[in-house]
């Protein structure tokens, strides 16, 4: 079955550390995105790419940084300048950027500053 | 930016009652509005998307309206279950080629039997 697979599920992050959350999909979808998730609060979007080799800042990138080098991967690290990086991490893949179509969703990744 | 607001954080209703969720905007009028269902620990799942020249549509019990005068939609499920039990989210978008969503707090409904 086609999807979206993020992993891990659960990760620990020391004070200090980047680490590198895994978003593949094999739905052939051409834009993929990264949102975060804090509780009370909307989905807010760090990163898009709507084609490979290219991808856009969303609403807070800070601290945030990704490639998009095959059509399936668009990787997310989380950086030691992220100071605030406790959240749920959501990966989303969609058709083609501004058609009328939903995003497709993984599982998430909760995030822990340890 | 846009802002989006769901009516309120809870809602909780007895089974074979409609639930009727709100999603209010401000600013600049989207293309088209979807919704979303999310449970507990789990990314939200597509349920339906409505165009801004339709004012309706529906899928099994489930049934969106779209007034661009009031920028509202309304979500209503009918026939409540307690499976329908989740977190509703609304998601705006200009219909631009950057495809980007706007997202809604959510509104936890929960159905009691």
């Known amino acids: 079955d086609g999807g979206i697979t993020q992993s891990p599920k659960y990760l620990f992050r020391k004070e200090g550390q980047n680490v590198t959350l895994s978003c593949e999909q094999n739905l052939n979808h051409d834009a993929m995105y990264w949102y975060r998730q804090d509780p009370g609060q909307g989905l807010r979007l760090i990163y898009y790419s709507q084609i490979v080799n290219d991808f856009q800042k969303g609403d807070i990138a800070e601290g945030y940084s990704v490639s998009r080098e095959k059509k399936e991967s668009f990787p997310l690290t989380v950086t030691s300048a992220q100071k605030n990086p406790t959240a749920f991490y959501l990966c989303a893949s969609s058709i083609v950027p501004g058609e009328n179509y939903g995003y497709t969703f993984g599982s998430g990744t909760r995030l822990t500053v340890v | 930016s846009q802002k989006i607001e769901q009516n309120s954080e809870a809602l909780n209703i007895q089974e074979g009652k409609t639930a009727t969720l709100t999603c209010n905007y401000t600013n600049y009028s989207p293309a088209y509005l979807q919704w979303y269902r999310q449970d507990p620990g789990r990314g939200p799942v597509f349920l339906l998307l409505?165009?801004?020249?339709?004012k309706e549509k529906r899928k099994e019990r489930l049934k969106v309206t779209f007034d661009t005068t009031l920028k509202q939609s309304l979500f209503h499920i009918t026939a409540s279950q307690p499976a329908d039990s989740a977190t509703y989210l609304c998601?705006?978008?200009?219909?631009?080629?950057?495809?980007?969503?706007?997202f809604g707090r959510g509104t936890q409904l929960t159905v009691w039997p």
């Open positions: 998601a705006l978008d200009r219909g631009s080629t950057l495809g980007r969503l706007y």
């Open positions: 409505i165009r801004e020249n339709e």
